[in-house]
Nanobody, 115 residues
């Protein structure tokens, strides 16, 4: 079964760190590009970062130098390490994987950063 299940997130003070995980079924190798997106109420979902199967990464300018996306092949998991968090990072975060040219989404997880 093709499925992405997220974990992590929560509430943190500005300057703190959080890590998001996205467990990929049946295994992470079946997904080509994978990425993280985020959404706040009343706004469109925003792309945050992507990683392709070869390991190349790309980030939206607002998170460059603070967030790190990577694929943990041993754990079949997509990860997002978020450091130096800012209140503007508050959002529901979603992972996404491309399987046979179709997008598959995780269920979403809340990240809240207090000032």
């Amino acid at each position: 079964q093709v499925q992405l299940v997220q974990s992590g997130g929560g509430l943190v003070q500005a300057g703190g760190s959080l890590r998001l995980s996205c467990a990929a079924s049946p295994n992470i190798a079946v997904y080509r590009g994978m990425g993280w997106y985020r959404q706040t109420p009343g706004k469109q979902r925003e792309w945050v970062a992507t990683v392709v199967s070869g390991g190349a990464t790309n980030y939206v300018d607002s998170v460059k130098g603070r967030f790190t996306i990577f694929r943990d092949n041993a754990k079949d998991s997509l990860e997002l390490q978020m450091n130096s968090l800012e209140p503007d990072d508050t959002a529901v975060y979603y992972c996404k994987g491309t399987y046979r040219s179709r997008g598959c989404w995780g269920q979403g997880t809340q990240v809240a950063v207090s000032s």
